[in-house]
């Protein structure tokens, strides 16, 4: 059984900086592509940034420059390095992951349970 689980989500003032890390844990055959996505209260969950399994990343507009996403494939896991937080940036952020547990397997999406950020004076 697949599961992810996020960490490093706390409190930080603006401009502060936060590193999200999301665990691997369980039988994967093959990754496709990795994600972040964040979800503020009364809103829907929105991607921000994706790393395929080729490495190239893709990131929404109001995190570009600020935002990198990275992962460590020896340790099956995944970052988001956050600076210059915002407080709209405030929100749960969730990993999620699109692949196979066997080469005969369908393409599946994983998610974690999600680390709460917090960007507030």
Do not use: H
């Not at 829907?44 to 600020?66: C, P």
């Not at 915002?86 to 680390?115: I, R």
Request: hydrophobic share 35%.
């Amino acid at each position: 059984q697949v599961q992810l689980v996020e960490s490093g989500g706390g409190l930080v003032q603006p401009g502060g900086s936060l590193r999200l890390s999301c665990a691997v844990s369980g039988s994967i055959f093959s990754i496709y592509a990795m994600a972040w996505y964040c979800q503020a209260p009364g809103k829907q969950r929105e991607l921000i940034a994706r790393i395929a399994r080729d490495g190239t990343t893709n990131y929404e507009d109001s995190v570009k420059g600020r935002f990198t996403i990275s992962r460590d494939n020896a340790n099956n896991t995944m970052y988001l390095q956050m600076n210059s937080l915002k407080p709209e940036d405030t929100a749960v952020y969730y990993c999620k992951l699109l692949g196979k547990v066997s080469e005969s397997g369908y393409v599946a999406q994983y998610w974690g349970q999600g680390t709460q950020v917090t960007v507030s004076s």
